[in-house]
């Protein structure tokens, strides 16, 4: 009685220990890796780096950081060895972190994805336009720290300044710009002298004299079945051809203009440190080989 009895309390005591180590494990928090301000570290102290397969934005910014510390190094080793071989690492650096840069979230890549969605424009024309976004932004780029570095004295903190006020005007033109592709694609077109006369023709293959009664004509609220190309002023939604539109330089360049407002900060950082041991000519020949990998990404 005195083992049936132990055997019994054992068989009652034992599932308590594995049922809440079972609730433990399945209501430990999951952190999301992308939310932390401070990425995790290994035992040593490195910053663990994030696979490609599952976290690929966050494996390209982890490579941007590692593109800008070796930007920087090789910025500082200019002094010391060769001027041209430090900046042609600088250049291949500038051209990796560029990409890198591209890949992760911003440069406008949605606004150029939208906008070729919604007039259905070519390939070539979406390269063309990410290529001149990218010299815009390098452009600026070099036009501010130049003009710093001509009238300012504290380059640090005006760089930070005029970045954040370029960031601020950026989203406004790309705003701005969005407004007047919406307002170009719903517009009422206007009568043409082809429209004029096709339109109020009437031609719509039940011309036989109206065999619906006089009732019946006005009941369908002027919805005659017209063809896609009709232009009789009614508001119709708008067809693929309308949302397309004509191709516009001026367009495309104030689109560029919006994107590429805004520097980038790698760029301005590394004009302004090239800058400070006397090679801004390597700066600025980076900051455009920059350009060139932001661009084939984007």
């Known amino acids: 009685l ?5 055997l019994s309390m054992t068989a009652l005591v034992l599932p308590f220990p594995v049922h809440a ?53 090789s910025i500082r080793q200019m002094k010391s060895q060769s001027p041209l071989a430090a900046a042609l690492t600088l250049m291949l650096l500038s051209f990796g972190y560029g990409i890198f840069h591209a890949a992760g979230p911003g440069h406008g890549k949605t606004v150029i994805s939208a906008w070729l969605l919604a007039t259905e424009n070519e390939l070539r024309r979406g390269i063309l336009i990410a290529f001149m976004s990218a ?29 954040g006020f370029l960031e601020s005007a950026s989203y406004a033109l790309i705003a701005l710009m969005g407004a007047y592709l919406m307002w170009t694609a719903l517009r009422p077109h206007e009568h043409g002298a082809e429209a004029t006369h096709e339109g109020h023709a009437h031609h719509h293959d039940h011309h036989d004299h109206h065999g619906h009664d006089h009732h019946d004509h006005h009941g369908h ?6 063809e896609a190309d009709c232009a009789c002023g009614h508001a119709h939604v708008p067809q693929a051809r309308q949302v397309k539109g004509e191709w516009s330089l001026t367009k495309a360049l104030s689109l560029a203009f919006a994107v590429g407002i805004r520097p980038c900060s ?3 950082l590394v004009l302004i440190f090239a800058n400070t041991l006397g090679l801004y000519w390597a700066g600025v020949t980076s900051t455009f080989v920059m350009a060139l990998g932001t661009a084939i990404t984007v």
């Open 266 to 268: 790698g760029a301005l």
């Open 135 to 163: 010299v815009v932004q390098a452009t600026t780029a070099i036009a501010i720290v130049s003009a710093m570095l001509l009238l300012v004295t504290a380059v640090g903190s005006t760089a930070r300044d005029v970045a």
């Open 2 to 6: 005195s083992i049936f009895l132990l």
């Open 21 to 73: 180590q079972q609730q433990a494990g399945q209501s430990a928090p999951r952190i999301d890796p992308r939310k932390l301000l401070v990425q995790p570290r290994n035992a040593d102290g490195s910053i663990k780096t994030p696979s490609f397969w599952h976290e690929p934005v966050l494996w390209a910014m982890d490579q941007q950081r590692t593109f800008y510390g070796a930007m920087s190094q």
């Open 221 to 226: 609220k002027h919805d005659h079945h017209h």
